[in-house]
């Protein structure tokens, strides 16, 4: 019987509702598969905030590092946005990622065909869609150094070294050899020179992968292209601010922003956590969308804990959940059969997990 030391980070917001689902599913999964996950609890973001004094005691990251794999669910809302910098929700994820070299964040998008008509875009541009944004996550601009904000003017700094660029270039490549062999990078080399270089690490990185098609894109043009024809799209390649934004609008080709995982690795533990925010404006109220959670806790055990099988009924389940039908209310006019609460979908995704 393996063991399995979950840390778990539920965050603000709608976090401790659709961590809830998440965890509902893994210990209904975890029947099958003779393993066991021991949860522990640890503070970050506003909460951790009002609680400590601090969005990421000392004691998350000590109890994160000792951990298999970290399970977060969201942080953030307006109460702690005129907080300084430091104590705001978001800086304790930056720094968690920081803490852990979690350099590598995968996000996937993939169009669920039971939700063809969710999207803003026209089914035939999305359907078949099944792309991955890998973004760079502990350099550039969220990083950089020196950074100031003064009374009259402010700056920061983009800046990639050497080795930041080639890692996250050979995560990118490695990953397409397993998809579909094309990795198309994304800068703005016709401005910045720290665009450049990374077109030119990426160039040289690309030389011990022969069997992947590598393209290059300016973000502006990629940004058009995702809505264009996102299709043409296998494995996007990106800095960390470029990938926060097309992440973001990648995740609309799916439909929802509630359905989305990710995954945060490179260092000793990974982080897995949805791609949306903590939507402070519908906590509480049961019906947030687990699934992006619930599809995060799956990719925590592929990629963290080698328990493929488990993930995979995971994945078959959430597909099974759509094709017949169940909605949360921010898909609820898709091919409802039944609206359902938070707390109803990831009962049943875990009803058929356990089958
Ligand atoms: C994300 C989020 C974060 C980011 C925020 C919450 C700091 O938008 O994970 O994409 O900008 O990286
Ligand atoms: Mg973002």
């Known amino acids: 019987m393996s063991k399995y030391k979950i840390a778990i980070i539920k965050g603000d917001g709608i976090g401790p509702e659709i961590i809830d689902e998440a965890i509902k599913v893994l210990d209904a999964v975890s029947i099958g598969y003779e393993h066991e996950f021991i949860y522990e609890e640890y503070l970050m973001g506003g909460d951790a ?29 307006e109460k702690w946005d005129s907080l300084p910098r430091d104590k705001r929700p978001e800086s304790g994820l930056l720094r968690l990622r920081a803490e852990l070299e979690l350099y590598a964040n995968f996000r996937p998008v993939k169009v669920y065909k039971q939700l063809l008509d969710a999207s803003t875009l026209k089914p035939e541009v999305i359907d078949g869609v099944d792309l991955l944004v890998m973004r760079e996550l502990t350099g550039g601009l969220y990083f950089g150094e020196p950074r100031e904000k ?58 011990d992968y022969p069997d992947v098609v590598l393209t290059h894109m300016y973000v502006d043009n990629a940004a058009m292209q995702l809505v264009r024809d996102p299709k043409q799209f296998d494995v996007i390649l990106t800095g960390n601010i ?33 791609i949306h ?57 898709f091919g409802a059969k039944e609206v359902c609460s938070t707390t109803e979908i990831g009962s049943i995704i875990a009803d058929y997990v356990s089958k």
Not at 254 to 260: A, K, P
Not at 286 to 295: F, L, Q, R, S, V
């Open 242 to 274: 470029f990938g926060d934004i097309l992440s973001d609008e990648a995740s609309m080709i799916s439909g929802s922003i509630g359905l989305l995982p990710s995954a945060s690795v490179g260092g000793k533990v990974g982080l897995f956590e949805p």
């Open 49 to 77: 905030y009002d609680m400590t004094g601090d969005p990421l005691p000392q004691e998350t990251i000590d109890g994160c590092k000792a951990a298999d794999a970290i399970l977060f669910g969201a942080i953030g809302g």
């Open 150 to 207: 003064g009374k009259d003017s402010a700056f920061n700094t983009m800046i990639y070294s050497k080795d930041e660029v080639v890692r996250i270039a050979k995560m990118a490549f490695e990953a397409a050899k397993k998809r579909d062999k094309k990795v198309c990078s994304v800068d703005k080399a016709n401005v910045l020179e720290v665009s450049q270089f990374w077109r030119d690490t990426v160039i040289e990185v690309a030389k």
């Open 277 to 333: 925010g903590s939507a402070p404006d519908i906590a509480g109220q049961g019906i947030a969308n687990p699934i992006a959670t619930i599809a995060s806790a799956s990719m925590m055990l592929r990629f963290a804990l080698g328990e493929n099988k488990a993930a995979d009924k995971i994945d078959a389940a959430i597909d099974r959940v759509l094709e017949e039908g169940y909605r949360t209310k921010d898909i609820s006019s």
